[in-house]
């Protein structure tokens, strides 16, 4: 019983409750930060419904004294997030130092963040730049929508492969706005297959889930300024989905969409 009680006020120490039952890859990890390869269905952090099962609470199972010194106004080290459905390479902070430095980072859009898709094809021109404000809206969850009232959003791509009716895409977002990727290809008549939000329901059934991964990150350390450079490759639950449509899959040592402004 003694070593219960201590598991229990070790955990009503954290403002966040540890589930060591939620698991994911480390794609690098060192002192001062992680970057997790998050798995698809797996929400970033606790909200409505999902209060001890998401990657911050597996995180906190892992490294749950060092994201509570950072506390709820550094976002317990999070940096950005991804959405529930969407899978790929996050960037958490460990120290204080290292969060206000890629806060800072991020903040000046020198983080580099590339996202793989499978959308509805043709797509129309083979690489572009989208170049459309998004304001988020709250109702009963949060959404977004291009409007002339918004912030601006910038999502650059570039068609990879296509087949007959889709087409594998690379995004860079800029700037990260909520469900900027996602609102920004279906503005262009390429919705993402599998996005219950902002795709027509026979394009949301293609696909088992949101066709979005987060393969590439490009960034400097917040301590050493060694330049990174992180990639995935792609998820394997979407390979059926890649096969059944005859696309190959991305190559992450491939040449992507350049990095420098």
């Not at 120490?13 to 890859?25: G, H, K």
């Not at 996602?182 to 394009?203: E, M, N």
Request: net charge positive; charged share 25%.
């Amino acid at each position: 019983m003694v070593p219960r009680r201590g598991c229990v006020s070790v955990s009503l120490a954290l403002s966040i409750l540890p589930n060591p039952r939620v698991t994911f890859a480390i794609a690098y990890e060192d002192d001062a930060i992680i970057v997790v390869d998050k798995p698809p269905r797996l929400p970033t952090q606790p909200g409505k419904g999902h209060e001890d099962d998401t990657l911050l609470n597996g995180l906190f199972a892992t490294h749950g004294a060092r994201l509570q010194n950072l506390g709820r106004a550094r976002d317990f080290g999070l940096l950005h997030r991804l959405d529930r459905m969407a899978s790929g390479l996050l960037i958490v902070a460990l120290t204080p130092r290292a969060y206000d430095a890629l806060r800072a980072s991020f903040e000046a859009r020198t983080i580099r963040k590339f996202y793989w898709a499978v959308v509805k094809g043709p797509v129309g021109r083979p690489s572009g730049v989208i170049n459309k404000p998004i304001a988020e809206h709250v109702s009963e969850m949060k959404t977004a929508k291009i409007s002339g009232n918004g912030k601006p959003a910038v999502t650059a791509y570039r068609v990879l492969s296509e087949a007959t009716g889709a087409a594998v895409v690379e995004c860079r977002a800029v700037t990260g706005r909520l469900h900027q990727v996602r609102i920004h290809l279906s503005s262009i008549g390429a919705p993402i297959l599998g996005d219950d939000l902002y795709a027509p329901p026979p394009i949301k059934a293609a696909s088992p889930r949101l066709a979005l991964h987060s393969h590439r990150l490009v960034f400097n350390h917040p301590i050493t300024g060694e330049r990174l450079d992180l990639r995935t490759k792609w998820p394997k639950d979407l390979g059926p989905l890649l096969r059944r449509l005859g696309l190959p899959k991305p190559d992450p040592g491939a040449e992507a969409l350049a990095v420098e402004d």
